[in-house]
């Protein structure tokens, strides 16, 4: 049967299976050889909180989506086309998301009798029709396959089985005309030392590219070509390795030692893990014995004189809190990342949201304002995690960045930027008594940033104190004044509003006037873009801004939301950017606000855009 | 750490800050800071090295009358804040002054992780038994029964053993002193000075508001009754050479010296864990008199130098860092 070959723009895959089946691994190969071939991509992994479930149960299916385009694209994907279920609760659990008319690939081996009733199927829907009109099924045998492709290799079966993700994954690398080199070689690496799983291995995923070639059952293939990107040398990367990335970046910029001192949290424990292997840097990673320590001690490394980073998610920065307020009376400098999920407690913690904004903001007792900076893709958040640094060492103040579950684990091709274009940081160390002081004023500011100067021990002739006490501006030392007091809560906010001066003028994709203005924060900003997009080429006069700095807000948004009749603003949380934008510019904002622990859905947005486009 | 620089020999005064101190009149902390205040200059360190941290509570006052380097932070946090100062800049003498509520109450999880690490810093834990600064109410040290404003019946916690606490967190210098007695004082914090790793110093301190005389037995006129000093090689004597301790079985026993002669006595090693829990047990016992001086230690590498070498390890295995080089790794791929 002759084969055909259609090119599309775009396709939206989903691996789903069980948490041991290699799912992760699966859409992580799958993603670096389309960044490899060319292709813009977006991935969006969603595994469960249990390490593993039991096997074949729903509370145990992991799944790894990805869209892969020969365009620009902003988000993992709504919906996938095509869905490979590695079981039948896989196929339970994701089949209401595939499109109409989509295809599924599933291995028909693990469809028994007592995995159907796992998943609460009463008859097998391989065998009752139920998938037929609706779907293209491909139903194959890849235990049988994977065992016949690693014949002679004298492996046990359970090994062998193990391969299975690999067949299944050389399936689709048949179907999207993909290379197999990258995979190899990859695997190759990674299983040095045992050569014999490499083979079964490749043998699986050539085993698997072989099936789509020569089985009858695929007709058509499908061609995606390379995106037009700016030029430069990429890489594929998600967003806590660029967050870990950025902080090493500022700190070499800054020419200080990285201190961090975490608490391991689900989704942001691999920012530490990144930390930690970074010891040719210099970097010194505390795991300390619990949150507060962790935050406890960046406070102290910061006063000796280390670049100060703390990275944690909702339930950390809540334990986290009182000792944020000592950072911010002391005026020291310190980045504190929030890598956001599911909440409130511990909710859901492999999941998004963008639920800890107003924590973010006023979670902490007095008036305690921070600088807030959120990263809007898994590439950016090495971007923003740079200038969050930037300005905690230029202003002398505790920096918030906030990311979320989606970005921390979501990848992109990532154009790898050039160190000396970043922009140069600045600190406010000193190491004599400043002219014409006779005695050490721990608190006597900076005029353009409110910067107080950073004294660190072991300097000569600066030993000062300084603590959660008020401070008598200038001098620091202890000062309960009445007026001191009033003074001072003024300048802590006067600090953050400093901060203005440092954010570049707002962006609007669009027309810098119109119907609607699609405003959002964080992760939620590639839905947005999307959104934006798509209504553009409907006509309809809608543009997007995508904040990056949230405290202090950008000094020409206020001129910018008036130029729109109407501000739509999607958020993945019950609504906390449009209360501060309501309160800053008593505007009449509306909200986008579904808190499903994915990111919002493009289709889902524009639906909503077009109630207020009439 | 220890080694000695050359510059002009500092005094006592070198070490006062201008900060009016302000705990009430009569206060055990008063005696503690003039020690350290003296003591500090004999280390022949530059002032700029030292730092004091502490948490909150009366005690935790005490880096504020220092003219060094200081962090009075929050309630509980400051061993793991000093644990920053120490991680990131390991030359530095870092102390910790702390209480008994801010130490083994809210801070206690990190008394326990900081022990076991074998931090190299000096923690100075002010035992009043009270909480002073609140105004009176029962501390984790505080006897059964306790009558305060938060206890008008009486507490009914038991009390915390710090030492013995410390040693099942894996300490490595143990000691314990008491405000009024100022030369042993001093000697124990020149031993905790000297200490490479967490060295822990239990200080009994009287507070003359809200606890008074809670200490009065190991203070006043028959103190040497009731207070054994725990001399590294020697035989446990106390009362002036009239009474000794003797174990019987695991089981010390006070003796009198007509009965029996110095080598009957339990001599005391400092470096001896075992020893050390059973005399940790001695505290506030009703026969035993209480033990002071160092009670336990021993040198064991310290996590901050530990640190510090996986650092240079690595940049010899390795070489430094190159992170243009890091950047650029992975799969990558030229758009042109």
Redesign the interface.
Known sequence: MPKTTKTLDLAVIRFAGDSGDGMQLTGGRFT?TA??V?NDISTLPDYPAEIRAPAGSLAGVSAFQIQFSSKEIHTPGDTPGVLVAMNPAALKVHLPELIRGGTIIVNADAFSKKNLTFAGFETNPLEDGSLDDEYIVYSVEMNKMVTHACKGMDLPAKIVLRTRNLFALGILYWMYDRPLE?TENWLETKFAKKPEIAEANKRALNAGYNYGNTAEIFTTRYKIEKAT????????INGNYATA?GV??AA?KANL?V?Y?GYPITPASDILHAMSS?????V?T?Q???E???I???????????F?VTATSGPGVALKS??L??AII?ELPLLIINVQRGGPSTGLPTKTEQSDLLQAMYGRNGEAPMPIIAAATPGDCFFAAYEAARVALKYMTPVFLLTDGYLANGSEPW???S?DKLPDIETNLIDALPDGEE?FLSYQRDAETFGRPWA??????????????EKKDGSG??CYEPDNHHQMTVIRQEKVNKVVQEIAPTRIIGETSGDLLILSWGGASGTARSATEQLQEEGFAVSHVNLRWINPLPSDLKDILKQFKKVLIPEINNGQLIKIIRAEYLIDAVGYNVVRGKPLRASLLIEKAKEWLG | MTEKIEFAPLTKKDFVSDQAVRWCPGCGDYAILAQTQKNMPTFGRKKEDFVFVSGIGCSSRFPYYMNTYGFHSIHGRALPIASGVKLANPDLSVWVVTGDGDALSIGGNHFLHTLRRNMDLNILLFNNRIYGLTKGQYSPTSEVGKITKASPFGSLDYPLNPPAVALGSQATFVARTIDRWQSHLASMMERAYHHSGGSFIEVYQNCLIFNDNAFESYTGADKLENVIELKHGEPMVFAKGTKGIKLDGFTPKVVSMDEFSLDDLLVHDETNLDLANIISNWTSHPILPEPIGVIYAINKPTYNEQVDKQIETTIDNIGPGDLEKLLNSGDTWVVE
């Open positions: 670096d960044a490899v060319g990258p990107l700016p030029s430069g040398t990429y890489r594929n990335l090493l970046a070499e030692k201190f001192g970074w010891k040719q840097f210099g010194k505390f300390a014995e619990d507060i320590a962790g406890a001690s960046t406070i102290g490394a910061a006063f000796a004189g280390n100060a009182e000792a307020g000592l002391t154009k790898i930027p160190l005695s660190i021990p072991s300097v000569a002739g600066l030993e000062h104190r300084i603590g959660g006490l030392n202890v």
